[in-house]
């Protein structure tokens, strides 16, 4: 185990090195675009001293010699290794880049027979009815130049290119050069256009940005230059050959640094290694806070010059509002819903729904985050679950996009309903394409495996020893409970403080299945409560003396691992929180033994005691660093951030046990208000109760991520977090709890089996990791031949199956910035 902790230490430190240190340039981390390479390598040098005729950017072409794939094409395969469909525009512009200077004649002809390939032929056939709009515009292009220009004989089953020139065909005669129905427009393929298509000059100036490129697309770049010779366009092609040198250019430029940073960060916290990078997430977070400070004088975005940009700039602030509000920063929701009130960017947005996807993703996730009184950010996840939907809907089978799994498990599972350590575990899996990442990531989940699997061991002992796991009556929990607390955190946590956690949340299941119990008399009950009052078990018997030694073993060892801590004694503070609850049990079962019928207000009163969730949540916070102070162990003094964990934990177990307790004669808020309001139905009670839940939770995540409305510790307040998941998880839309079978699956998945990643084909572990940048949807990280984990950014609306790689060209640049679904 310490060889395997040294290892994981080691590829942090490598990472660190690599991606964080201050002398490492941002743009270092974005992987090259075979396609986009390969178009700067077409540019003859224009000066006479240049004799003979060669090419502009001579380390574009020497990219192109050195970059083909053994199997004969250019451009990255997705993280199993297998090519994909940009693979081959990319492998017919490198072809192209080649003949025109009459080199590597070998390769040209290996990437001619893969193109003529079966492997070429199944991916085209793959998308033939459903083929993306920008497949359809630069395939036929790049198949035609070569045919065209350089008479290169190509042979392609008819039946596979088809449709594809057809669709190209529609697309030529229904689109203008630019228009507002259609984003990206023709123009920003105007490298791919047929000669037939006459692109005036005087509209190419007139779209060219302020940086001197079309579209920020480098391949458009290129040929707006060799059809203008514009001065502006040159420039930026060498600013962007100059800051790329010999490593081949991206698919866009120029990318914003902050946005990069963001992604990095995003996709470290979703494979569960945040811990790891803390100093690093700081420095980064904080920096970013400080830009938005500046930015809230003025819009996002002015002009508004693209919906590129539009895409951008919206995706990082969503990025930057949801990592910088769980870190504690105070952030205004105008900053991801500005698009809101511009009419021109919502429609723009609405009518290029596929486009915008993985950006409007990234704006429901923010709102998760959502606060009392932002009522900016409900209608923003209104609209982009709407356009998110209607965008995932479109194609079936293997056309479907394959992250649809992801996007219906985000949009169909709250958020706080999802634990981390499972959350980790499907992005691994689900996120095929962050092989390097997630083989560093997947070896921390194996570690953590093991560790849960030998805790959870003990724990059964414990409870078996105690005596616990064989009553006789009631629930057998002890997996499920070890379960919720193991995967609901990450490891920093010290494994005493998951085991307390865990026996309490055992005890409390036992002790209330013990009250609820058909048949047990109240004076047993009550015997059990004044055994607990006095601390001493004389007079107790049976169940009632196993569950008083199992509660004294289990104070008795928090107590003591609390003063070697500490050097302080809490015994008096956990025996009286704990004699609360047992108290309030007792308070329910007399309720029920005389058919009393609580108000509202009592019953939540006692309720929210009874749901034990303070009960195991502020004795572990007493061993986390920073320490909870013991004042806060006392009851009834609770903070407004652990009240509000009691009454939502009692709610939503209201909302899915309400039948049950109907048919035993048991309060539940549900059933109060049913009974203090008669014309309601059962539906509308739901409805009410729903209403306040919402409300409270609102209220519960600005206690747990704002510093200034509590002076609980941040650990504390995320133990608080974590306990509601767990709640959340267990009652989110049944009694899963109760269930016998609902969550052997997941129980599974956290403890027993590993996650599974294929490794890719081609991956090779270089002595130094470059890592991901652009891609806001899972759509984004690709391992280069290299092993970078690069980030494209495509501007495909829906793709099919086998569409990601790492050689998207511009063509495709729809939002895909850093594992943004990133």
């Known amino acids: 185990m310490e060889l395997q ?43 006479d001293s240049h004799k003979p005729f060669k090419p502009m950017f001579e380390d574009c072409l020497n990219w192109v010699l050195n970059n083909q794939n053994e199997l004969g094409f250019w451009g990255e395969c997705d993280g199993h290794g297998n090519p994909t469909i940009e693979c081959l525009s990319a492998t017919l512009a490198c072809i192209i880049a080649l003949r025109r200077w009459n080199v590597g004649t070998i390769m040209i002809n290996k990437g001619l027979a893969y193109i003529q390939s079966s492997n070429a032929e199944k991916l085209l056939k793959e998308v ?50 630019v228009d507002s129905h259609h984003y990206p427009p023709l123009l920003s393929y105007m490298d791919a256009l047929p000669s037939c298509y006459n692109v005036e000059e005087g509209d190419i100036i007139k779209h060219l940005s302020d940086d001197g490129s079309l579209f920020q697309s480098p391949s458009a770049t290129a040929q707006a230059f060799l059809a203008t010779g514009n001065e502006k366009c040159l420039a930026y092609l060498q600013s962007l050959a100059q800051r790329y040198s010999k490593n081949g250019v991206p698919g866009t430029y120029p990318i914003d640094e902050d946005l990069i940073k963001l992604c990095i960060i995003n996709h470290v916290q979703r494979l569960g290694l945040a811990e790891h990078f803390m100093v690093e997430t700081e420095k980064v977070l904080e920096k970013v806070h400080k830009n938005y400070i500046l930015m809230n004088r003025k819009p996002s975005i002015e002009p508004y010059h693209s919906a590129t940009t539009i895409q951008l700039q919206l995706l990082k602030d969503c990025l930057a509002f949801r990592l910088l509000r769980m870190h504690g920063y105070k952030v205004s929701p105008r900053t991801v819903c500005w698009f809101l009130y511009n009419e021109e960017v919502r429609d723009l947005i609405e009518k290029n729904f596929e486009y915008f996807s993985g950006v409007l993703l990234n704006v429901y996730r923010a709102t998760d985050l959502m606060f009392p009184t932002e009522f900016e950010l409900p209608e923003a996840r209104t609209f982009a679950r709407k356009l998110i939907e209607k965008s995932n809907s479109l194609g079936e089978g293997d056309h479907r996009n394959p992250f649809c799994k992801l996007i219906e498990h985000e949009l169909s599972i709250a958020w706080m309903a999802r634990l981390d350590h499972l959350e980790h575990r499907l992005w691994i899996e689900e996120s095929a394409n962050n092989a390097l990442w997630r083989g560093k990531s997947s070896f921390q989940r194996y570690i953590c495996q093991f560790i849960y699997k030998t805790e959870l061991d003990q724990l059964k002992r414990w409870s078996k020893d105690r005596g616990l796991s064989a009553m006789g009556f009631g629930r057998e929990k002890t997996t499920y409970c070890y379960f919720a607390v193991a995967a609901s955190c990450s490891l920093p946590y010290d494994s005493h403080v998951r085991l307390m956690v865990a026996k309490s949340a055992i005890l409390i299941t036992v002790a209330d299945d013990f009250f609820d119990m058909k048949g047990r008399s109240l004076n047993e009950l009550r015997s059990l409560i004044d055994a607990i009052k006095r601390w001493n078990p004389k007079g107790l018997c049976g169940d009632g003396k196993i569950i008083f030694n199992a509660l004294d073993n289990l104070v008795n060892e928090m107590a003591t691992e609390y003063f070697k801590q500490e050097g302080s004694d809490i015994t008096s503070c956990l025996r009286d929180i704990w004699y609360e609850t047992f108290l309030s049990w007792l308070v329910e079962s007399e309720w029920g033994s005389s058919d009393s019928i609580p108000s509202m207000d009592e019953y939540l009163k006692v309720g929210m005691i009874s749901i034990g969730t303070h009960t195991t949540v502020l004795p572990a916070s007493c061993y986390l660093e920073p320490s909870l102070p013991i004042s806060k162990l006392r009851p009834p003094k609770y903070e407004p951030l652990t009240k509000l964990l009691m009454i939502i934990s009692r709610l939503l177990n209201d909302m899915q046990s309400y039948k049950k307790e109907k048919d035993e004669g048991t309060p539940n808020s549900v059933l109060l208000h049913l009974r203090n309001n008669p014309e309601a139905n059962i539906e509308e009670a739901i409805s009410y109760v729903g209403e306040m839940l919402n409300k409270k939770k609102e209220e519960f995540l600005e206690h747990v991520l704002m510093d200034d409305l509590t002076d609980l510790p941040k650990e504390c307040r995320h133990l608080h977090l974590s306990c509601l998941k767990v709640f959340q998880m267990f009652y989110n839309s049944s009694n899963r709890y109760d269930s016998d079978t609902e969550m052997l699956d997941d129980i599974a998945k956290a403890i027993y089996i590993p996650p599974h990643v294929q490794a890719s084909k081609n991956y090779k572990l270089p002595g130094l990791v470059k890592a991901l940048v652009l891609g806001s949807f899972p759509m984004e990280a690709n391992v280069t031949k290299c092993s970078t984990i690069k980030l494209f950014h495509g501007r495909f609306g829906k793709p099919p199956k086998n569409f990601f790689s790492s050689s998207v060209p511009v063509r495709q640049r729809s939002v895909t910035y850093g594992n943004v679904m990133l």
């Open 128 to 177: 033939k009815d459903h083929c993306p709009r920008w497949f359809a515009i630069v395939f036929p292009g790049m198949l035609q130049f070569c045919r065209g220009v350089y008479d290169l004989k190509i042979e392609i089953e008819e039946s596979a290119v088809s449709d594809i020139f057809s669709q190209r065909q529609l697309i030529l005669e229904t689109e203008g050069l």
């Open 5 to 47: 902790l040294s290892a994981i230490s080691d590829q942090v430190k490598a990472i660190k090195e690599t991606m964080f240190t201050a002398d490492v340039d941002p743009y270092s981390l974005v992987a090259p675009s075979a396609y986009d390479t390969a178009w700067l390598a077409m540019i003859p040098a224009d000066d």
